[in-house]
DNA sequence: ATACTTGTTATACGATCTTATAATTTCACT
DNA sequence: AGTGAAATTATAAGATCGTATAACAAGTAT
């Protein structure tokens, strides 16, 4: 007689961990933001994406906001990852070192108006959220400490002065930050090569004791 | 008989200009943005925020995005006339008019969170919407042109080499803008004052050769 | 097999959004 | 004063949004 009664159409589904559909929502909402922007932020866009209904996101994450910061950690965790992995593949003069750490910032895979669409969203959002700020500050000074470090070793290696790495260290994550803004917003205005250059030009400043 | 008929209750009104009511909304726009962010892009809040009704709008300017791109052309405009006018008012050395581009770049007016937040929704839009992106480049080139005459005059000045100065002016627009980002986001990563310092810093390896 | 937990679907409600259209008032001009 | 153009209000229609709630089903343990 049948099979067990296949109620009257309700759509079949597997349960997953709420560790892995928690990521595959997050997931969704990324691949939302960088096809609409701000305008695909939405519970009902999401679920879309990630093949299934709206009511999943509210059990997961409670409001759409906690989704959100979700994803922009994955994301945050995901870009400082592919960042430190090409550093620690790099031969380990702290020359190259900074050297690949250029390289891959400006590589498709991070300069990328896609990426940076997600990024803005991320921007708007944390400066009306303390909840996204607060993700924000670990972010940012994750990667500020990264490049400190790089800059440490370089300038120990090398025997040049640096009045204060912490600033300096910021002023390249500005400058880097600053370029991949204005290189997604028009990528006509200069290549990614040029950019590469230009922050190598920067290291040499300090190396002149610009920043001495 | 009584005055000529007030009927039911309609609101009372005067008109304007077009061009005066384009811009009183233009500025309601901006200023529901830097409350509310994304958020604040809506046509029933700026009509509010203006003293208006909705259909004013799509009366001035069709559709909603055309009043979005207006504020974010004014928004430019009226920036990049502060800086002008700060390196226009300084003595007419190419050191103190550099001096000056830096001061007011890093002062209150526009090293502001609210006017960031301005431009954090346009970046957003800009990623998305041809008719914005045409703006920015418009913006854009104008910023980097005037940081060229900068860079320019001092290297003239001053008797060192520049490789590429529309690159460099490039680069240090990058680091204004990533600078101002940064803090921003996160008004204690640094002082104002740290940000200055990190500008003639990248000054100072312009002169010491760091570009040529 | 049966029951239980909970991940998941389905649905509804109220708010807000954009755009379109019609009615009305203001103001300049004769 | 009166007329006409257009700036402005008023209102409605249809989408979409976020969240709450209840029913259902999948998988685990008993």
Redesign the pocket.
Known sequence: MAR???????????????ED?RRQLGEAALRCIVKHGN?G?????I?AEA??????????F????ELVAYAFDIMSEGLLQSLLKAVADAEPTPQKRLDAFINVSFSPMLFDRGVLGVWVVFWGLVLHSPRMSASQQGEYSNYVGAIEGLLGDLAADEGFGIADIRLSAIAFTALLDGLWLAWCLNPASFKPEEGMQLCRNWVEGLRRGAYA
């Open positions: 067990k009664v296949v109620a009257k159409g309700r759509a079949r589904f597997h349960r997953e961990t709420p559909r305008a932020v939405s519970v009902r866009q679920a093949g299934v209904t709206q009511g999943l996101i509210t059990h997961h409670g409001e759409i906001n």
